[in-house]
């Protein structure tokens, strides 16, 4: 990174849902992957399970799964751009027979790392905890995973604080009934927030936007100050691009 660099450039995604819709995802990243590069940012962040869909049900869920040794994830990797921003977004992984909710972190067709849920809902019983915290690094940027519901849980934010990182990236899905979705419609920031105060992060949302039978999801795709304050933001429940520039001190 360049002596005179004073911000980091991130991009966060608000997409619609891909369920069982594998290439509708792909072409989706792809696109988003280009648009972030031409903007210049060094680091995407994409939603919690957005390659396969939030898939629950066992059964579906393993039809869909990937092994991240597979020749099937290696095909997902060579569709991507070979150049741009360090990108995170979320897959259903199977590794030895067991299901987990992953975020990887992919440059340049390859795989940097991965980061497995820590936290499952109880409505997730087909996916195992991760146990694993990591922190990633991209132009001098160290950046942790919190995926969605692991931000209720002061733990996941101050294991990625405690291993250097600077950021927490939250890829999440809140697809909810429609009542409870209202309910949480300003919580999720709120939560988010606590955990940036108490670790004296940043951190980064990226969400899925639309409706499907009965629940809707409206985000936030947003990014929040060290102290809890929301930076930027983009628009509930439709989809786009947000692109912040991070200081760097």
Known sequence: MSS???SFRIAAAQTWEFIEDVEGALDCLVKVMEKAASKSAVLLCLPE??????????????KHAVDLGSLAFEAV????????????????????GRLFNTAVVVRRRALVGRYRKTHVLGRERCFDAGHTPAVFEVEGLRFGINICYDTNFPSAAKAAADLGAS????????MLPRKAAEEWMHAHN????????????????????GER?????WGPTAVLTPTGQVAAQLPLNQPGLLLFDLPFH
């Open 49 to 62: 399970a957005f390659l396969q869909g939030y898939l629950t049900d066992e059964q579906t869920a393993r």
């Open 77 to 96: 990797l060579q569709r991507l751009p070979p150049t741009g921003p360090m990108t995170v977004f979320g897959l259903i992984e199977v590794d030895k």
């Open 167 to 174: 950021l927490i990236l939250c890829p999440a899905n809140n």
């Open 190 to 209: 709120a939560i988010r927030g606590e955990r940036c105060r108490e670790t004296g992060l940043w951190l980064m949302s990226s969400d899925i936007a």
């Open 213 to 217: 039978n009965g629940c809707v999801s």
């Open 4 to 6: 005179t660099t004073t």
